[in-house]
C-alpha cells in the first residue's frame, strides 16, 4: 500500500473574510512527484505556505507523514520564489547550502555535512561552482545551489514555487531534469507547464478549488511546439470534472 505523505482534509482558508481556498481534500503518496499550476492569484502560494505551516487554515486539517505542519519542518526542504533572495550577500555557493545543516542547537559543519555537501554537489552538477561567490552566477546556477541547500537537509518532501520563473530554457530543462530524478515527494508550482508536464505523476490545478489529473493525455494541440497555459488550464479542468 502507498504510504501517505500529505494528507489534507476539508481545508478552507481565507486572509480576510472571502475564502481564498475552499474545500480542499487531497492525498500525496510518498515520492509522489506533483506539479501545482494554476492562474495568478488562484492560491497557490497560499496553499503551499498552510503545508509549510506558515499559515493556519480556518477550517480542515493537513496532515504531513502522520504530523501537525507546524511539528513537521524538519521534514520539508523548501525552495521559494526567488525574488526574496539577498545577491548582494558576500557568501559563497558553499556557505549558502550549508546554511541548510545549521539550526539553534548546531552552530558548526562537521565532516558529515561536507561529505553530504560533495555528493549532492556532484548530483545537481555545481561541484564547480562551490567556491564562487552567489552573486556571480547565473539564474539558473543559483536555483540549482538553492535547490542544494534545501536537500542537504535530507527533507522527505520538496516543495518548490516557481523555481524556474527567471532562468533560462536551458537551465530550466536541467532544473527539472534534477527534479524527475529525485526519490522524495515533490511539489513543484509552475507556469514553465511545457517542460513541468512531462514528468510528474500528477497534476493539480488550484483556482479557490482543486482539480487533479493523472492522466496527461490531454487533447490539447501545441501551437508553434508550446501549449497554451490557457487552453492547458480549460482542458485540464474539464478532464477533472469527467474524470
Ligand atoms: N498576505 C496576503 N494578504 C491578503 N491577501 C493575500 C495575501 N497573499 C495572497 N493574497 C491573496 O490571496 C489570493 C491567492 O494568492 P496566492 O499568492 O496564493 O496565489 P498564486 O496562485 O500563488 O498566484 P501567482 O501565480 O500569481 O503566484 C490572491 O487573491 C491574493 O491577492
Redesign the pocket.
Given at each position: 500500500m502507498q504510504l501517505p505523505a500529505i494528507e489534507v482534509d476539508g481545508l478552507y482558508f481565507a486572509?480576510?473574510k472571502e475564502y481564498?481556498l475552499e474545500n480542499i481534500n487531497l492525498t500525496i503518496y510518498d515520492k509522489e512527484y506533483i506539479a501545482i499550476i494554476?492562474p495568478?492569484?488562484?492560491?497557490?502560494?497560499?496553499?503551499l505556505k498552510l503545508l509549510l505551516g506558515l499559515l493556519q487554515p480556518q477550517k480542515g486539517k493537513i496532515s504531513i507523514y502522520g504530523k501537525e505542519p507546524s511539528q513537521a519542518k524538519n521534514l520539508i526542504g523548501y525552495l521559494p520564489q526567488q525574488t526574496n533572495f539577498n545577491l548582494d550577500m558576500p557568501l559563497q555557493a558553499k556557505e549558502i547550502i550549508l546554511q541548510g545543516r545549521l539550526s539553534a542547537k548546531k552552530f558548526r559543519f562537521d565532516k558529515d555535512d561536507l561529505t553530504l555537501l560533495d555528493e549532492i554537489a556532484q548530483k545537481l552538477n555545481i561541484a564547480h561552482l562551490l567556491h564562487k561567490k552567489i552573486g556571480t552566477l547565473s539564474g539558473g546556477q543559483r536555483q540549482r545551489v538553492l535547490l542544494a541547500r534545501a536537500l542537504i537537509t535530507k527533507p522527505k518532501i520538496l516543495i518548490l514555487d516557481e523555481p524556474t520563473a527567471a532562468v533560462d530554457i536551458e537551465a530550466q530543462k536541467e532544473i527539472y531534469e534534477i527534479l524527475r530524478n529525485l526519490s522524495i515527494t515533490r511539489l513543484v508550482?509552475s507556469h514553465d507547464v511545457n517542460i513541468l508536464l512531462e514528468g510528474v505523476d500528477r497534476v493539480l490545478y488550484?483556482n479557490r478549488t482543486l482539480y487533479i489529473h493523472d492522466n496527461l493525455k490531454l487533447n490539447i494541440q501545441k501551437r508553434d511546439g508550446h501549449f497554451c497555459e490557457m487552453e492547458l488550464f480549460e482542458e485540464l479542468k474539464k478532464a477533472c470534472i469527467h474524470d
Open positions: 486572509y480576510d481564498v494554476g495568478n492569484g488562484g492560491g497557490k502560494t497560499t496553499f508550482v488550484i
